[in-house]
Nanobody, 125 residues
């Protein structure tokens, strides 16, 4: 089982930027897709972005496409989410997650087996 720890959340004004990091330990994540999800108060957890094990493929939710960028550094066992042009509706707890099966890239939360504790992102208007 891999342990995931997110960092980089905080309070930012609309239009600003934040960079989230997700550090993995316990086992390598090199062969697994990594995803970011978010959950706002009273809402269900939703997909934000996913990156394939090699980093060659990325997918984004329509709501963040063009503003957020997911990347990974397999040598550091770390995944990042660069968030630009933030909006108040991006306010949520952001979670990173590791895929259940090596080599499989998916956007469904059910296909991710390890989750971090989350980091709060608050965007003020």
């Amino acid at each position: 089982q891999v342990q995931l720890v997110e960092s980089g959340g905080g309070l930012v004004q609309a239009g600003g930027s934040l960079r989230l990091s997700c550090a993995a330990s316990g086992r390598t994540i090199n062969m697994y897709a990594m995803g970011w999800f978010r959950q706002a108060p009273g809402e269900e957890r939703e997909f934000v972005a996913v990156i394939s094990w090699s980093g060659s493929r990325t997918y984004y939710a329509d709501s963040v496409n063009g503003r957020f960028t997911i990347s990974r550094d397999n040598a550091k066992n770390t995944v990042y989410l660069q968030m630009d042009r933030l909006k108040p509706e991006d306010t949520a707890v952001y979670y990173c997650a590791a895929g259940r099966k090596a080599g499989v890239t998916t956007t469904s939360p059910a296909d991710f087996g390890s989750w971090g504790q989350g980091t709060q992102v608050t965007v003020s208007s």
